[in-house]
């Protein structure tokens, strides 16, 4: 499964992918903004889709549910 940082920042999510590339007899991870959803929801479906890992970072909105 592959890993995807998101964050929030000024109003609109961010979405990073970490790919793990070899480098002599270890790893380092390599990192590539990638285009995601702007809500949570869409965001956690498109995880499951790509399967990735959501690994988020910094401060998440609380998102207000409408009756």
């Known amino acids: 499964m592959k ?3 998101v964050y929030y920042l000024d109003g609109l999510w ?3 992918e970490v790919s793990w590339k070899r480098s002599g ?13 702007q809500s949570r929801a869409e965001i956690e479906k498109f ?3 790509n399967h990735f890992r959501i ?3 910094g401060e998440i909105p609380v ?5």
């Open 3 to 5: 890993c995807l940082i």
């Open 14 to 16: 961010y979405g990073e």
């Open 25 to 37: 007899s270890g790893f380092y991870r390599e990192i590539s903004r990638t285009e995601v959803p």
């Open 47 to 49: 995880a499951a889709e």
């Open 55 to 57: 690994e988020w970072r």
């Open 63 to 67: 998102q207000s549910q409408s009756a």
